[in-house]
């Protein structure tokens, strides 16, 4: 039962996850930092984070997401950063101490330098 209902899932995904842990950042719409995370994964529209239990009830609705990642898998200290509008979509419990949040981005996100 399960695995079909994760099928179903799959299938109604409009865009393929990458499955990829890199730095991120929350931060409310007046710029507050809110958590400090790791992705789970991204696509196109969206990502899951890992986020620290204690920070699941600073998150507002919407939020402000940064993405860091290295510029190239050569040159690990240079790091490029995406940031862009999100809304929260669903949370859940992963460990005692971690929740994973889902996000949908709702501008295009764009390259900060």
């Given at each position: 039962m399960v695995e079909s209902n994760m099928n179903a899932v799959a299938e109604k995904r409009r865009h393929h996850r990458f499955d990829i842990a890199y730095p991120?950042?929350?931060?409310?719409?007046?710029?507050?930092?809110?958590?400090?995370?790791?992705?789970?994964?991204?696509?196109r529209r969206g990502?899951?984070?890992?986020?620290?239990?204690?920070?699941?009830?600073?998150?507002?609705?919407?939020?402000?997401?940064?993405?860091?990642?290295?510029?190239?898998?050569?040159?690990?200290?240079?790091i490029v950063s995406f940031a862009g509008e999100a809304r929260v979509i669903r949370t859940n419990e992963l460990t005692d101490d971690t929740?994973?949040?889902?996000?949908?981005?709702?501008?295009?996100i764009s390259l900060r330098c």
């Amino acid at each position: 039962m399960v695995e079909s209902n994760m099928n179903a899932v799959a299938e109604k995904r409009r865009h393929h996850r990458f499955d990829i842990a890199y730095p991120a950042k929350l931060y409310s719409k007046g710029g507050k930092l809110l958590a400090e995370s790791l992705t789970i994964n991204v696509s196109r529209r969206g990502a899951m984070m890992a986020i620290p239990v204690e920070a699941i009830d600073n998150l507002d609705d919407q939020l402000n997401v940064t993405i860091s990642l290295p510029q190239s898998a050569f040159e690990a200290s240079s790091i490029v950063s995406f940031a862009g509008e999100a809304r929260v979509i669903r949370t859940n419990e992963l460990t005692d101490d971690t929740h994973s949040v889902a996000v949908e981005f709702t501008s295009p996100i764009s390259l900060r330098c």
